[in-house]
């Protein structure tokens, strides 16, 4: 089955794109379980777009250039060194500044912002409902080791708790990050198992390689992405996706539309039975609407979005 939001307050799907998402959506009864789970960290898991906008914002100044809109969407997913090398290229700074200088200012500016990330709505709760299954979990990023270290950063009060009961407020602590270690592998952009970042298939195809307990394919994997080059990423492996898009950067890829499983607002919008996982124990009430005998259409309570999926026979 799938779960789908058709229509969005800032972005209505066009017709060739609703006709995609109408075919996957009669699809989806066919699709192979899913065994396993693999996170994106920024921008999915913790709220750490805006800190990297803003630092980019505050480089780019100081050689005089803009970080822009298209900038941002256009390098969203990329291992850092390609990302940067990107950018310089695009604002005409590649024959000035190398990728190592830029990366330093960055760098500087990452250490002083990271560590007061927020994690993204949502998050935690399907964290630890797929931990209760015991659905085995990872985490991709194209993160290096030293901004991924960063965003995880140890809090004094939270050290002697146990992670499954730690209460997160605003700042993503070293207990979650403890709890994500012990449940999955976590694989950084700096990993050099990792040739070709996203959208490039490898990462997800080597974190996949890195489970105690593999599956028993690549189409048995569901991956949640927010950027469009990651969920390219997560196609090209073969793998199921689930894409939060931040609407103000980013839409789904049309090229591969009637490949995505679901496309959302929010991990809080995201019902794990429409996907053949375990239901998550919900509040409030589900208006259902029976269009044919193969779709329904559910509008939630607050009319904020619609849900689409096939029924069962």
Known sequence: ???????????????????KVVDRLLQMDESPPITH??????????DTESVYTEANA????????????????????MKHDVSVARVLKEVGLSDTVT??????LYDHLLREMLPDCEMMPGAMRLVRHFAKHNIPMAICTGSCTFEYELKVQKHKELTDLIPLRVRINAVFSLEFAKFFEEMCPVLTGDDPAVVHGKPAPDGFL?????????????????????????VRSAIAAGMQVVMIPDWNYSKPPEEVMDRISAVLDSLEDFRPET?????????????????DLSLVITVLADSSYVLAYPTRA
């Not at 489970?211 to 080059?229: G, Q, R, W, Y």
Request: aromatic fraction near 8%.
């Open 1 to 19: 089955m799938i779960l789908f939001q058709v229509a969005h307050a800032g972005f209505c799907l066009g017709a060739g794109i609703l006709s």
């Open 37 to 46: 789970v693999i996170w994106d960290l920024d921008g999915l898991l913790i």
């Open 275 to 291: 996907m053949g996982l375990p239901p998550l124990e919900l509040k409030g009430i589900q208006l259902n609407c029976l269009i």
């Open 99 to 104: 990728v190592e200088e830029y990366s330093v």
């Open 206 to 230: 080597v974190t996949m390689s890195r489970f105690e307990k593999k599956p028993a394919a690549a189409k048995h994997v569901l991956v949640f992405e927010d950027s469009p080059n990651g």
């Open 58 to 77: 505050q480089a780019m100044a100081k050689y005089g250039k803009k970080y822009t809109l298209e900038l941002k969407v256009m390098t969203m997913g």
